[in-house]
């Protein structure tokens, strides 16, 4: 945990292990933040499309996010996953307004592949990654 840095800054932080990709955020998230984090981990070597994403919110706010920036997360979604086939994103937040943000974002996120869900706990979220099923790895 980075809890020694300032609450108005942002931080990301992206790993690959295992066939997942886990992301976490601290602070005020932007749209523009989280597209730039999605740069990232595309150009990562280690990055495969079709690989099923892990999203910690839990030390996040979205608060500064509208209903139009996330139509903008959603259009730039479809287009980076554009060919991935089947993959899985789990978001886990402990906040009421991120979990609503998240289940706004299965709506106008939603694309041919992806199933997303959003998770108040760790385990669960990660036990649901590891399912037998189209995208289990």
């Known amino acids: 945990r980075l809890s ?4 108005d800054s942002t931080h990301v932080k992206h790993t690959i292990s295992d066939g997942l990709v886990f992301m976490s955020y601290i602070g ?10 999605r740069t990232a981990i595309l ?9 099923s994403f892990l999203v910690d919110l839990t030390e996040a706010s979205l608060a500064s996010v509208d209903s139009a920036e996330m139509r903008r997360l959603g259009a730039h979604g479809r287009k980076v996953t554009e ?3 089947e993959h899985r994103t789990a978001v886990v937040t402990s906040r009421s307004l991120e979990f609503g943000m ?9 694309r041919p592949g992806l199933t997303l ?3 108040r706990d760790h385990d669960a ?4 990654l590891q399912e037998d099923g189209p995208t289990a790895g």
Request: charged share 30%; net charge negative.
């Open 4 to 7: 020694d840095q300032k609450p």
């Open 28 to 37: 005020e998230v932007t749209v523009d933040r989280i597209i730039q984090s």
């Open 43 to 51: 150009a990562d070597p280690d990055f495969e499309p079709g690989m």
């Open 83 to 85: 060919g991935w086939g």
């Open 102 to 110: 998240i289940r706004q974002y299965e709506v106008v996120g939603e």
């Open 117 to 119: 869900r959003v998770f």
């Open 125 to 128: 979220a990660l036990s649901w």
